[in-house]
């Protein structure tokens, strides 16, 4: 198993609170992104980050951890498809892949839910968020059939956790379709795009995790939520 963390944004919502990178923000004795590396380690998988803004600061950071890092140089006007292309090589056709967002807060519980399902393509959700949030799903029989900021609130299902896992066994498509984006002048896109703009042909399963705390982190309030969850359960 793999694991590719994608920490090379700006985080242009919150950067009007902080100047760290979102992924460095202190919970506890650690970072988000430690906190994130270091579990995957511990479950025995393999890990890249891919940095761009701020590199230093984050290698600096994971110095010492049995990482690969990778860099988008063009971080800055550029989106995440085009940071996994800095990272494709590190995509195993004999090894399932997990993709997440840096600046997503999660723990073992939300791990072991990624692990226990075998379909082909998971995505995380939390069906306890439809009113407010970043990015909605909504979901037929447990799978995807639309997205986006913008769809109407009776339509959402749920909010998307930042977090999937592909199997080996769709590895080589999925890899193909990270060049023909790039190729095809979508520097812009967000990698997910690869997994929606295919769904029709290669069903997306979304996976539920609302019993488990998670935050992705876009605003200060979403930080100062996950200090909050920390502190409770200490």
């Known amino acids: 198993m793999k694991a590719i963390l994608m920490a090379a944004g700006v985080g242009r919502r919150i950067s009007r609170d902080i100047i760290t990178p979102k992924s460095l923000l202190k919970v506890g004795e650690d970072t988000i992104l430690g906190n994130a590396v270091k579990m995957l380690l511990r479950n025995n998988i393999d890990v890249a980050v891919v940095v761009g803004y701020m ?26 498809c085009s940071s996994l292309w800095f990272a494709k090589d590190f995509i195993d056709d004999s090894s399932d892949i997990i993709l997440a967002n840096a600046d ?72 193909k379709k990270i060049d023909d984006f790039v190729e095809g002048l979508k520097y812009n896109s967000w990698w997910e795009n690869i997994l929606y703009d295919n769904k029709d042909t290669h069903p ?24 909050e969850y920390v502190n409770i359960e200490k």
């Open 204 to 227: 997306v399963y979304i996976k539920d995790i609302s019993q488990h705390f998670w935050s992705e982190v876009d605003y200060i309030e979403d930080y100062k939520r996950i200090l």
């Open 104 to 175: 997503v807060f999660w723990e073992q519980p939300v791990l072991d839910t990624l692990l226990s399902d075998d379909r082909e393509i998971v995505m995380l959700a939390d069906e306890s968020r439809t009113k407010m949030g970043d990015y909605f799903l909504q979901v037929k029989n447990g799978i995807l059939v639309a997205h986006g900021i913008s769809i109407p609130e009776e339509q959402r299902t749920c909010e998307y956790a930042g977090i999937a896992k592909i199997k080996k066994s769709h590895v080589p498509f999925f890899k």
């Open 55 to 80: 590199k230093n600061r984050l290698q600096d950071e994971l110095a010492g951890l049995p990482i690969t890092f990778y860099h988008n140089p063009f971080y800055y006007i550029t989106n995440s």
